[in-house]
């Protein structure tokens, strides 16, 4: 049997809604953009183009890691699941999985939802015998399950499989430690709707010395660079604002006080950016401030998956314990 990837749009992301976020954000004292908001297609290409730099070490080592142990993982992680990946992009990630986690079905769940279609499109040749379904969600502020997906389980007689949730590459490093602690609250609490012995395979990046971080989060190409630039295009098409991204320089620093690398973007010049019904002036040499990338202990992450409620935990990590996967039972 061979199926089509179905596909879900939730409340068809509201326009208006991503404005006034956006113009929040860029009215606050200190100007910030979510993000979220790197994901355009380019984007989204883009971030593929740095995980395969010589300096960003995490896609890297979080792949050697589950190349070595992935018959151990999957001795934790339950066969015939319902596989959901959070973020998936171009679900590579999960689909190196697919032959030891053998998942009765594939949910991938991502912002760029025009970028997942047709990843899920080419994925679906490849898996013919696998159902998949594409999510196109935010779930950075709440992590729901739609109905529509749950209609989808129970016409393939999966609603009662357990459930595994995937959140690979430390994207849970994009969250405060408070809001990182409610998503993974939300991703307890959709592991359980399924049947027992589901749970959570996240990969987490871990405090290294400062040099490692700050060349990966710099790199010698400036791909990084035109990551971080490309959310002002991207504004500019959700907004209709006009920033320049010739006029603002990529600055990525480690916060040791929160231990986060910080991704800045920094005015050249004194300038004013407009918008349809706002505005902002820019002194040379201030920041948007565009991204944190927060690095955990092995022993603080434990600590954070138990609060969230997931217990037991097992994790894995590199040599050099520069990464962690954790399999954290819900
Ligand atoms: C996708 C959030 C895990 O924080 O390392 C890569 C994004 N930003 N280079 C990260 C990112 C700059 C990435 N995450």
């Known amino acids: 049997m061979s199926f089509l990837p179905t596909f879900i749009q939730t409340l068809a992301i509201d326009q208006a809604d991503v404005a006034a976020e956006l113009q929040s954000g860029l009215l606050s004292p200190v100007a910030r953009l979510s993000p979220k908001f790197f994901y355009d297609p380019l984007g989204s290409q883009l971030f593929t183009a740095i995980t395969q730099l010589a300096e960003y070490y995490p896609t890297r080592t979080e792949a050697r890691i589950f190349a070595r142990h992935g018959m151990d993982i999957a001795q934790h992680a339950p066969a015939q699941a319902v596989l959901i990946d959070l973020g998936a992009g171009c679900c590579t990630k999960a689909a190196r999985l697919f032959p030891t986690l053998r998942p009765r079905a594939y949910v991938a769940v991502d912002i760029s939802a025009d970028f997942l279609r047709d990843t899920l499109q080419g994925l679906a040749r490849q898996h013919p015998a696998l159902p998949m379904c594409g999510l196109g ?6 992590l729901v399950w739609p109905a529509s997906a749950q209609d989808w389980l129970q016409s393939l007689g999966a609603q ?3 459930r595994i949730v995937f959140y690979p590459g430390s994207s849970i490093g994009n969250f405060q430690p408070d809001q990182a602690l409610a998503l993974l609250r ?5 592991c359980r709707q399924g049947a027992d012995g589901g749970g959570l395979l996240i990969g987490v990046d871990l405090v290294k010395p400062e040099s490692v971080l700050q060349a990966a989060y710099d790199d010698a190409l400036g791909v990084t660079a035109a990551f971080n630039r490309n959310i002002l295009l991207h504004t500019n098409a959700l907004l209709g604002s006009d920033f320049n991204p010739r006029l603002w320089d990529h600055v990525a620093c480690f916060n ?3 231990s986060r690398i910080e991704m800045h973007l920094q005015s050249r010049i004194r300038q004013q950016v407009r918008w349809p019904g706002g505005r902002r002036h820019f002194e040379a040499g201030e920041r948007i401030h565009t991204e944190n990338s927060y690095k955990w202990t092995l022993t603080g992450f434990a600590d954070l998956l138990r609060l969230a409620g997931f217990d037991p935990l097992v994790h894995w990590t590199d040599e050099a314990d520069w990464f962690g996967v954790f399999w954290a039972r819900a």
């Open 186 to 190: 939300q991703a307890h609490a959709l």
């Open 137 to 142: 969600m935010d779930f950075s502020n709440d």
């Open 256 to 258: 040791g006080l929160h």
């Open 160 to 162: 009662n499989q357990p």
